[in-house]
């Protein structure tokens, strides 16, 4: 079995940073891309910002210049660090990972359990 245990999320005022951390633990094998998705309430989940296994990345266009992605293969970890939040950067932020575990061929999608990131204006 695979975990992803994310840290980080928070209150912060508009034009605040912060930074969230995402966790993988369990039978792995490999990870291919690890991503960060948000979920405002009442919409969809969105992608924010992915990166390979490589360091390969792509960002949604609303966070290009202000979010960077970022990751460590040795602790299996994803980072998104968050400068310039605006109150339209408030969501529930998800950890996405692409893993091979051990107890098969493919791999598939693990989540996080979500972090709150709250911007107030």
């Known amino acids: 079995q695979v975990q992803l245990v994310e840290s980080g999320g928070g209150l912060v005022q508009a034009g605040g940073s912060l930074r969230l951390s995402c966790a993988a633990s369990?039978?792995?094998?490999?990870?291919?891309?690890m991503g960060w998705y948000c979920q405002a309430p009442g919409k969809q989940r969105d992608m924010v910002a992915v990166?390979?296994?490589?360091?390969?990345?792509n960002y949604a266009d609303s966070v290009k210049g202000r979010f960077t992605i970022s990751r460590d293969n040795a602790k299996n970890t994803v980072y998104l660090q968050m400068n310039s939040l605006r109150p339209e950067d408030t969501a529930v932020y998800y950890c996405?990972?692409?893993?091979?575990?051990?107890?098969?061929?493919?791999?598939?999608?693990?989540w996080g359990q979500g972090t709150q990131v709250t911007v107030s204006s």
């Open positions: 996405n990972a692409e893993v091979r575990s051990y107890s098969g061929p493919f791999a598939r999608d693990y």
């Open positions: 990166i390979t296994r490589g360091g390969s990345t």
């Open positions: 369990g039978s792995i094998f490999s990870i291919n891309n």
